[in-house]
T-cell receptor, first 112, second 115 residues
Framework: QKEVEQNSGPLSVPEGAIASLNCTYS??????FFWYRQYSGKSPELIMF????GDKEDGRFTAQLNKASQYVSLLIRDSQPSDSATYLC????????????FGAGTQVVVTP | DTGVSQNPRHKITKRGQNVTFRCDPI?????LYWYRQTLGQGPEFLTY????????KSRLLSDRFSAERPKGSFSTLEIQRTEQGDSAMYLC?????????????FGEGSWLTVV
């Protein structure tokens, strides 16, 4: 069973601080990695994707990928109350049709 | 690009009744996925279409579930003889072939409550 693991949280972050979210995956054939944000009662919203080892930055968000360690992370800089949500890590399943496997998500709470 | 559209957004049904959800993907997206999400869990894959062909079904998809995409555009997901365990959010997603990073985009979801 291929798995994607995330800490469930909640991760409490003061406003303006950096939130650090981690994700590990078991499928060594995974090629693409995604972070989705999900507000309560809403559907997942894509934040960013990464498929090369290293860092990828998009505004206040930075994704980091280490395929050798099967680890992907998301940093949120200058955290805002509007960042309070559940963050889902997803990876493509190898030998599939672009199917994604999701972690259970990490709840982030940004406190003013 | 109007996004992935799903309806109905909410459905309350009695146990044993049939329900059908519809998904209209982003135009030109030939790949379409159905996922199911329960509280506190990430979305779980149910089935995948490439154009009108259903190429993969999860073992989660019991015989009571059926999905179609008759003309390679919109898709329907039908649940027969609903059970309380079917209560969840049903998510549709779509993408193009060779889209950047294999990115898929989700609709707003259809909430099902079985009472």
């Amino acid at each position: 069973q291929k798995e994607v693991e995330q800490n469930s949280g909640p991760l409490s972050v003061p406003e303006g601080a950096i939130a650090s979210l981690n994700c590990t995956y078991s499928d060594r054939g995974s090629q693409s990695f995604f972070w989705y944000r999900q507000y309560s009662g809403k559907s997942p919203e894509l934040i960013m994707f990464i498929y090369s080892n290293g860092d990828k930055e998009d505004g206040r968000f930075t994704a980091q990928l280490n395929k050798a360690s099967q680890y992907v992370s998301l940093l949120i800089r200058d955290s805002q109350p509007s960042d309070s949500a559940t963050y889902l890590c997803a990876v493509t399943v190898s030998d599939s049709w672009g199917k994604l496997q999701f972690g259970a998500g990490t709840q982030v709470v940004v406190t003013p | 690009d109007t996004g992935v559209s799903q309806n109905p957004r909410h459905k309350i049904t009695k146990r044993g009744q049939n329900v059908t959800f519809r998904c209209d993907p982003i135009s030109e997206h030939n790949r379409l996925y159905w996922y199911r999400q329960t509280l506190g869990q990430g979305p779980e894959f149910l089935t995948y279409f490439q154009n009108e062909a259903q190429l993969e079904k999860s073992r989660l998809l019991s015989d009571r579930f059926s999905a179609e995409r008759p003309k390679g555009s919109f898709s329907t997901l039908e649940i027969q003889r609903t059970e309380q365990g079917d209560s969840a959010m049903y998510l549709c997603a779509s993408r193009q072939d060779r889209s950047s990073g294999n990115t898929i985009y989700f609709g707003e979801g259809s909430w099902l409550t079985v009472v």
